[in-house]
């Protein structure tokens, strides 16, 4: 493992628990490059802030010699009300055509990267431009959608570009009281939520070796 990159929103960046999960991929693989891309309240679609499909239109962003790519994205999807589209959709606006659009983009220029996507982790907040606080995988977002539904399809897009899925949507608990004693807001994970991350993360990228 030579060459490591991580796309993601605040949750893959080193703001929180003390440097997240990538201090813990820097130990467990001292010898790879990390390039890490995480940007904070950003999602996948279009229709959220610094998404990572603009973030692709980049070459500076694009790592072809990449042999890990770890996409960590769906949550802020769900906050900002990103539409969902359907399973053929193409559109980068909507949650499945940003999925196509993004997968398709590394796997023609990242030609020989494992990629890797998470599914989001319970959150507990009060979505965009809307009233209710809760739980996000059971809350409709401004769209009329929950957490669950983003879920879903990043499990359904897995059906058609075939890469690696590890679901950590239960590994910090999923109701208020399981999870608070491993966030800091009951959205971003904090130190001992990164090492249940990490251990879960790491024995899955050594068996995808």
Known sequence: MKTIVIYGDSIS???HGHGGYMK???KSFPNAKIYNHAIGSSG???STPNSLVSLLEFPQ???PEADLILIWHGTNDWYWGAPLGNA???DPYTFYGALHHTL???N???LHAKILFLTPLYRNEIPHQCLKKGNAYHLKNLNGHTLKVYKEAIINAQVIHKFSLLDLSHILGTTKI???PYFEDLVHPNQQGYQLISKSLIEHIKNLS
């Open 44 to 46: 996948l679609s279009l």
């Open 104 to 106: 398709k983009i590394l």
């Open 88 to 90: 053929f959709d193409l």
């Open 108 to 110: 023609t220029r990242s």
């Open 178 to 180: 399981k999870a608070y």
């Open 24 to 26: 813990h991929l820097e």
């Open 13 to 15: 960046t080193t703001n």
């Open 61 to 63: 962003n694009i790592h």
